[in-house]
């Protein structure tokens, strides 16, 4: 059953939240550019792994986020402090994703 709700977590995450759809169609993209461009067995499981990071990063960033609404609905200084270090974890690591898609796909780009 809990692999039910884990779908269920998904689906939601992708229906309503506007970072995991953004997320989504950089992924659609992504993988179309990768399939255009045949890289190499190993790259696309760097790609697919980063795609995974930045997906889970965010969906943990919008559980938080949840939990925390849930948690007070004041608006309090370490409420705001929890979001924020939730959402720059997301931003780092789709920094670390963006400069990885570059290293992977601009040699063939350059080509």
């Known amino acids: 059953m809990s692999f039910v709700y884990a779908v269920w977590g998904i689906c939601y995450a992708i229906q309503h939240e506007r970072n995991v759809q953004i997320h989504f169609w950089v992924t659609i993209i992504v993988t179309v ?21 930045v997906i889970s990063l965010e969906m943990i960033n919008t559980a938080i986020e949840k939990a925390v609404d849930v948690a ?25 994703a963006v400069i990885i898609g570059g290293v992977i796909f601009a040699p063939y780009l350059i080509q």
Do not use: M, N, Q
């Open 33 to 53: 550019c990768g399939l255009y461009l045949r890289i190499t067995r190993i790259e696309w499981l760097i790609v697919l792994l980063t795609i995974g990071v």
């Open 72 to 96: 007070t609905e004041d608006i309090h200084p370490l409420a705001k402090i929890a979001k924020d270090v939730a959402a720059g974890a997301v931003l780092v690591f789709s920094i670390i």
